[in-house]
């Protein structure tokens, strides 16, 4: 089964919300938002991304290098400030 993952970053804290192939919600979670906590969650082998979206911002381009250097499907950066938005682009848009 494919997962599609949205990150919400802020400074300090990153909410993960990772959906399967039907768009159910499999887990939703925040974590501290430095790349040993994202991969922390992101790098379980339960999950087969094929995509991954992720806010653009001030922190992006080194999440964005961690993700990358773990072997991740390259997210795609977007403008989406809201939780919603996030969880919409990781069930529609990222298909």
């Known amino acids: ?13 990153t ?7 039907t768009g159910r919600i499999v887990k939703e979670v925040k974590v501290a938002s ?7 969650v992101m790098g379980n082998p339960t999950y087969r991304f094929k995509r991954i979206g992720l ?6 381009q080194w999440l964005f290098s961690a993700l990358a250097e773990a072997d991740m499907p390259s997210p795609s950066a977007s403008n989406c400030r ?14």
């Open 15 to 21: 909410s993960i919300c990772i959906v399967d192939d």
């Open 55 to 60: 806010e653009a911002g001030p922190l992006s």
């Open 34 to 40: 430095e790349p040993e906590a994202l991969l922390k």
């Open 82 to 95: 809201s939780r919603i938005a996030t969880r919409l682009a990781a069930i529609t848009k990222l298909r």
């Open 1 to 13: 089964m494919d997962h599609f993952g949205g990150l919400d970053v802020s400074v300090k804290e």
